[in-house]
């Protein structure tokens, strides 16, 4: 099963999440989680957003941007970098991938699958075939997952006088 998440680092609730979505992605089996970055609150949004794709070069998009969703300050490239550094990614390094255009085609994909599914803001959670708009718990996005399960892979039901022959 996949989640993809919408999110950006600037937002309120994703940050409120983030504790939630780490839950489910480390009690969860059998989980694909894919981070889309959506950065709709200006300027800085995008540069994190950029940063953290870029960290992914380096190895370290998971420390990364984890440090981002709990930095509880405005991030600001001075704060993005910092960030950055405590995290041990090489900023000269950091800066030269986040102007590869690479980078900005990703965050154009992620905008059209955003586009395309209808998520207008931040946070939003694809699971499976299910959207789930706004903050969501770890109970949210299980159920959602289990919804999804037993969507796609219905229990067997008896033939004969009570069930389908």
Do not use: K, W
Not at 40 to 62: C, D, K, P, T, V
Not at 117 to 134: K, Q, R, Y
């Amino acid at each position: 099963m996949t989640i993809v998440e919408f999110y950006d680092y600037h937002c309120p609730p994703c940050i409120a999440s983030h504790p939630d979505v780490e839950q489910v992605r480390t009690t969860e089996t059998n989980l694909r989680f894919v981070f889309g970055q959506l950065p709709i609150f200006g300027s800085h949004s995008i540069m994190a957003a950029r940063a953290a794709i870029a960290a992914n070069r380096q190895g370290l998009f998971e420390p990364f941007h984890a440090a981002l969703m709990t930095a509880n300050a405005r991030l600001d490239m001075d704060a993005i970098f910092a960030t950055a550094a405590a995290v041990g990614l090489d900023a000269e390094r950091l800066r030269a991938d986040m102007r590869d255009p690479e980078i900005l085609q990703y965050l154009d994909e992620i905008r059209r699958l955003a586009e395309e599914l209808g998520v207008t803001g931040t946070p939003a959670f694809m699971v499976g075939d299910e959207i789930l708009f706004g903050g969501a718990t770890a109970e949210d996005l299980t159920a959602a997952l289990e919804r999804q399960h037993h969507q796609h892979h219905p229990q067997h039901r008896p033939s004969g006088p009570f069930g389908p022959r």
